[in-house]
């Protein structure tokens, strides 16, 4: 019914104050309300320490952010900058690791913004708050950035008060410790094993970029907000370790669920609880609505270049906002999050932002080299050595993640390479293809029902499980035979 | 001839697209449920791996049965 006009774009609708609030809502997760604990007992009060260097982390690769969204300020984020400078699969992956990521982020926001809901209203189905949050935050992103932009600067604004709150109580409350110590039970290591464990509370600051189509002054404005996200971040989160580790020790919070509203109920009592329980809601409802954005935008460019099909490309006639990729995505995301599969998305998430960090500095080398005269309003200081430390920083990180967190990345680039394969190549070529694996499918079936029939043992103790599979292995055989043969001979009966 | 040719893509393209859909929901059957993992005797380090290979073969299946059912005359 709504068909794509010619001339139609993104509205650019968004000043410094919106695209600031969007980083930094993307950014805030319920991550920084449960993590701290864990973080604690590996860094002890150091923690501070580790805080910073994420920070400084961080702020590596969100300068290669500014640069390039400054210089190339159409929508897909990541996927753009890779387009511009390697093209090819290269940024498919950018793009594909970019959509998944915030599908999977906006999925586990909204579990996560379920289940505290749970606390406080106990018999609320998790699953089903869920999908009302994601279905409410897709019907605000199709009404229009505008409206998107304000739901996350309000949304941002309350949460930066009440963290506000429990900071400026905890520096100033009587009801301390005494006097704060700096110490690293755990040494160098464990102040960087935790900073890998804690870093996940800066991803999603490259929202930013991600609507940097929607984004007025793009020149100016995306540069300040990524700058102002970082700065914002460092402080927040260093001033919330200061005061848990003024009004606790770090011991005190090993196994507590809710490190954060264990510690303001020790200084502010019920009253505390309330507000960072609170707070922990608000930051999942911003980080759903940040990134049921992102992932979008990030489909409705992949659309533009003919790797997703075209409808996620047609605009709203009225919103101007890509509702179909808006209204697609959500779906995925409400799948994901109705099923429950909290620890694959956390997994896949960080994976893929990791991966999109870089990718970026990557980018941003490579364009600096191949296009020195492409306008640049804003320049990364210390360029190579900002880029390059951005990316040996993601490397560490990735080395530090949990081994599941690299075969399920491995899974999704597998997909991805799967899609891109498919869309690229032409049909002939495809069925060419699918021919020859279904023969070996076909060949390597064959084997194991042999293998089944002549050693039944090895494989199985009962007689009736070795039938089914042996059927079931001789079924998957004579079908991608036949199918192998069909694939291949589909261009000479085609002809 | 041309029409059982494409009687038999469709019926052996549907026969693989139900296999690749019972592999998938088998594969997040193993993923999410201790108990199927314990009576089929995985270990959960070699979980990971069953579900990826299982993941792709469902995936391939499914891939596969599309292009034999939409096959271009």
């Keep these: ?495 | 001839m041309s029409s059982i040719r494409t009687f038999i893509a469709r019926l052996v393209g549907g026969v693989q697209c139900l296999l690749g859909a019972a592999t998938s929901t088998f594969a997040y059957l193993v993923y999410a449920s201790q108990s199927i993992r314990e009576s089929l005797s995985i270990a959960n380090e070699e979980s990971f791996l069953i579900v990826f290979l299982l993941v792709i073969f469902g995936a391939f299946s499914i891939l596969s049965g599309m292009v034999l059912i939409r096959e271009e005359d």
């Design chain 1, 1 to 495: 019914m709504e068909k794509q006009m010619s001339g139609q774009r993104l509205k650019r609708e968004l000043g410094l104050l919106h695209a600031t609030m969007m980083g930094i809502g993307g950014a805030i997760c319920a991550g920084v309300f449960v993590t701290l604990g864990y973080a604690a007992t590996l860094a002890g009060t150091a923690l501070i320490i580790a805080m910073v260097f994420c920070g400084i982390i961080n702020l590596f690769t969100m300068l290669s952010y500014a640069e390039l969204g400054a210089a190339l300020p159409s929508a897909g984020g990541e996927y753009t900058f890779a387009k511009a400078s390697f093209g090819g699969f290269f940024s498919f992956a950018t793009g594909w690791f970019e959509w998944i990521s915030n599908m999977f982020y906006a999925a586990f926001s909204a579990v996560g913004f379920a289940y505290l809901m749970s606390y406080v209203i106990p018999a609320i189905n998790v699953p089903i708050i869920a999908i009302i949050t994601i279905a409410i935050f897709a019907a605000i992103n199709v009404k229009g950035m505008k409206e998107t932009g304000i739901t996350q600067t309000v949304l941002v604004l309350v949460l930066l008060a009440l963290l506000g709150v429990f900071i400026a109580i905890g520096l100033f409350t009587n009801r301390a410790l005494g006097t704060f110590e700096l110490s690293a039970p755990g040494g160098f290591l464990g102040v960087f094993r935790a900073s890998a464990f804690i870093f996940v509370v800066y991803l999603g600051g490259e929202a930013i970029a991600v609507a940097q189509a929607e984004i007025k002054d793009p020149g100016k404005t995306i540069p300040k907000a990524i700058i102002l996200t970082c700065l914002i971040l460092i402080l927040v989160y260093t001033l919330i370790a200061y005061v848990v580790f003024r009004i606790v020790s770090p011991e005190s919070l090993s196994g507590q669920a809710s490190p954060l509203a264990y510690v303001a109920k020790q200084f502010m009592g019920e009253i505390g609880v309330g507000i960072i329980t609170v707070a922990g809601i608000i930051a999942a409802f911003s980080s759903v609505n940040t990134s049921i954005m992102a992932q979008s935008r990030v489909a409705y460019a992949l659309a533009r270049d003919g790797y997703f099909p075209k409808s996620f490309f047609n605009l709203h006639r009225r919103y101007f906002t890509p509702y179909i990729a808006v209204l697609v995505g959500s779906i995925f995301v409400a799948a994901f999050a109705a099923t429950g599969v909290v620890n694959f998305v956390t997994y896949a998430t960080d994976f893929g932002f990791i991966i999109g960090f870089i990718f970026v500095n990557l980018s941003l080398i490579k364009l600096r080299r191949d296009k020195p005269s492409l306008i640049r309003p804003f320049k990364v200081p210390l360029y190579p050595l900002t880029p390059i430390l951005g990316i040996v920083t993601s490397l560490l990180l990735i080395f530090f993640l949990e081994p599941g967190t690299l075969v399920i990345g491995a899974e999704l680039f597998l997909f991805g390479l799967l899609i891109y394969y498919i869309r690229m190549v032409g049909y002939h070529r495809l069925c060419l293809a699918m021919g020859g694996m279904n023969l070996g499918v076909s060949a390597f079936s064959a084997l194991f029902a042999y293998l089944i029939m002549s050693t039944p043992s090895t494989i199985t103790s009962s007689s009736g499980t070795t039938f089914l599979l042996f059927a079931l292995a001789s079924l998957v055989s004579v079908t991608c035979l036949i199918a192998g043969v069909l694939n291949i001979t589909v261009h000479s009966s085609g002809d």
